[in-house]
């Protein structure tokens, strides 16, 4: 009986995870074409990197914190983020959870474990490594993730982050994305070994995945997730993935990739995704243009709804500088307002 | 007791109230430190909460952010200020700027340790005073005591602040002094300079180790002075400042940071700017020059008694 209703609950994950994956390449779609029209500042597409997500946020539990970078909208939309707070933070309205404050990209998310996120690349990491010291030091449940993208795995906050979460033994996951190129260096250049085997050396243990095909990034990510959770220390979990679009709406990737995955093609996570579900016998393409078009009417609906919402006040630039508001801001305050 | 031993036993206070308070940095737990602040402390209250880090200054602010972010209220030791460059990143785009850009969703409460200043023939990268690089950072609360009384009354205020504190200390003056240092806890309120000694030709503003060379310079030479220490850095007592520039109309700034955008730059703008109808000359500043910090020449480059008492003179004979 429990392994039958273990198979329907692994069924029902695997669906709803392809759900998330549709959604949120609809959403990058219809973010990319508004940044044309003028109507959103900037975005970094997500595009491609789809299913190494999903695929590690399938194995997570809800207790697990994520110090997440600025490309990981599909594992938030997986987690649960509503639309409507990723859309208010891309406009930088007045409801936007962080006033407007930081360019779009760059969510906040406290309430559903995500801990936000500075545009520095690996600065988070550190952080990831105290987090988890406190979650053991409180006895807490749960593990700690940082992602990253292959550009990171050169920094000196990965190595430090790396080093100091093995020597105190903390439940952190490392998770590169490696999509192959930071802005326009390919991996190769960045470094001379394979990222996942860079674990070895700090004494942790590495896995690599097929970031392109979620079910296949499941299983790994699992083995990596359950690793981390039985308290044997932390992982670094590397997940081969392509970035589809630009590094951001303001660069033009022709120009140093001749090689980029086209939306739909063989290599695009999401059919190489759909496929597999398909012949796992969970979806058919009854299922999948139902949840596409859902996507499409749910974001466009979202999109113009959020789209209307106006500017923060200006007064607002002013807050939550110190706990205490300082002579000098109010005077600043008093003179640009 | 001496500073070391009021911040030391501070720290004991703190702990021994609060389980979330965690020490985190190099060699100060078996080694108590490299000027033995945290002596006796990990034997006290064990490796989990005076915890000896692998060597990486940016590994361990950063890992101070993750706990404070998380409900702990981290002391990191930098264990010179010299050494911080690497953290720069984390101070600047991590710990000071969490408040802003979670709108006060996730906060960094926490106390950076750190030594700096001369004094102590610790040549280029043992006696920096890198306090502007902070004070120019909209987030961070910068202080620093003068002596034991302060120190301990700062740092208990400091840790109960609930904003990421840097928390200077003049290594110079660690043994210079002992005062009696009340047992109980109290505060040396943030944000609050102190009158040193009351005078009324002229303002003096200084702050950590040139506070007892200007007292003791004044003293000596019985200028009627009114000595102004700063205590908090970020952000400045503009009041106490003003009412004794108002009254006095002579103003110098005395630090031992480098001149070019020195807190005496940013002290004499303000003066400037809100009330130059009360200056009777020119305001001076006396600091470190525009130098690297020298090894044997370490008392040309500290201010003194001689280039102190030249602007004394210019500043009293100026029509």
Known sequence: MTEVINEQVEKEKHIRGFGAMILSRTLDKKIITAQRQGRVGFYTPTMGQEAAQIGLSMALSKDDLLYEYYRDVPMMLHRGVPLEIILNQVFGNRDDLAKGRQMPSHLVARDYNFMSVPSPVATNLPLAVGTAFAKVYRHEPGIVVASFGDGSSSTPDFHSAMNMAAVFNLPVLFFCENNGLAISLPVEKQTKTEIWKKAEAYGMAGFKADGNNMVEMYKVAQQAVDHVRSGKGPALLEARCFRMGPHSTSDDPTKYESDIVQDGSDRDPIVVTQNALKAMGLINDQLVDKVKSESVRIVNEKFDQQEKIPAPDPETMFQDIYKNETWIIKEEKGEIL | ?319
């Open chain 2, 1 to 319: 007791m001496n500073m070391v031993q009021a911040i030391n036993s501070t720290l004991d206070m703190k702990m021994a109230a609060d389980d979330s308070i965690i020490l985190l940095g190099e060699d100060i737990g078996k080694d108590g430190g490299v000027f033995r602040v945290t002596d006796g402390l990990q034997s006290k209250y064990g490796q989990q909460r005076v915890i000896d880090t692998p060597l990486t200054e940016l590994g361990i602010v950063g890992m101070a952010i993750g706990m404070a972010v998380y409900g702990l209220k981290p002391v990191p030791e930098i264990q010179f200020q010299d050494f911080i460059y690497t953290a720069m990143d984390q101070i600047i785009n991590q710990m000071a700027k969490m408040r802003y850009r979670t709108a006060g969703k996730i906060t960094v409460p926490l106390v950076l340790r750190t030594p700096y200043g001369g004094g102590i023939r610790g040549g280029l990268y043992h006696s920096q005073s890198g306090e502007s690089y902070f004070v120019h950072t909209a987030g961070l609360t910068v202080v620093t005591p003068s002596n034991p009384y302060d120190a301990k009354g700062l740092l208990s205020a400091s840790l109960d602040l609930g904003d990421p504190v840097i928390f200077l200390e003049p290594k110079k003056l660690y043994r210079f002094q002992k005062m009696d240092v009340p047992d109980e806890d109290y505060k040396v309120q943030i944000g609050k300079a102190r009158k040193v000694r009351e005078g009324d030709s002229i303002t003096i503003i200084t702050y950590g180790s040139m506070v007892p060379t200007v007292a003791a310079v004044v003293e000596k030479n019985k200028v009627d002075a009114d000595v102004i220490d700063l205590i908090t850095l970020s952000p400045l007592d503009i009041d106490a400042i003003s009412a004794s520039v108002k009254k006095t109309g002579r103003v110098m700034i005395v630090h031992e940071a480098p001149r070019t955008l020195g807190m005496g730059a940013e002290i004499s703008a303000m003066i400037s700017e809100r009330m130059i109808e009360y200056l009777y000359a020119p305001i001076l500043r006396v600091t470190g020059p525009d130098t690297p910090f020298p090894y044997r020449l370490e008392d040309t480059y500290l201010p003194n008694e001689k280039r102190i008492m030249d602007a004394v003179d210019k500043l009293l004979k100026f029509r």
